[in-house]
């Protein structure tokens, strides 16, 4: 009887330490977030993006920086913008406004703008867009930098998708 009865209790404390393991794992891939094309998939009410490796930014370029933000009901806040380490000859922005598809699980371009400018260090723009509810929304932008006979320099920055909820 003694023996019958250890017997349960340590199949019990197996099926128990079993179970709260499976739990445990269901529990972690529920925290993940999905990350589309570079950008996760958040509930959050912004999201900032810089360019990526600042070590590569060249020899005019400083960083690229975008983000997006909750504006109103129906409304999201869109911004990018581009700086030199130094006053150039040409700055400009491009700012893409993307909504994630969830049936083709990607992202689709809805709305664009930029902004170029002379004999300066900074260019930034930045604009509210109606857009409709139930879907997320991301930016990515490319930034440009020129001086002298130097090439154009270039990089990009992006943002993870922020959810409109309906």
């Not at 893409?96 to 371009?109: G, S």
Request: hydrophobic letters at 35%.
């Amino acid at each position: 009887m003694k023996k019958r009865f250890i017997s349960m209790i340590t199949s019990l404390v197996i099926f128990c330490g079993v179970f709260s393991i499976s739990a445990t794992n269901v529990q972690a891939s529920e925290n993940e977030q999905k990350k589309v094309d570079g950008s996760y998939l958040t509930t959050e009410e912004s999201s900032k993006g810089y360019s990526s490796n600042n070590l590569l930014r060249g020899k005019h370029m400083m960083t690229g920086e975008c983000s997006i933000s909750k504006a109103g009901r129906d409304e999201i806040y869109c911004y990018g913008a581009t700086t030199a380490n130094h006053e150039v000859d040409y700055l400009a922005v491009v700012v893409y406004v993307d909504q994630y598809q969830e049936d083709l699980d990607a992202w689709t371009q809805i709305d664009w703008w930029y902004l170029e400018q002379e004999n300066d260090y900074y260019v930034a723009i930045g604009k509210s867009i109606e857009v409709p509810r139930g879907y997320y929304y991301r930016v990515h932008a490319d930034h440009f930098v020129a001086d002298g006979e130097d090439p154009i320099e270039e990089t990009f920055s992006v943002t993870d998708g922020i959810y409109l909820p309906e």
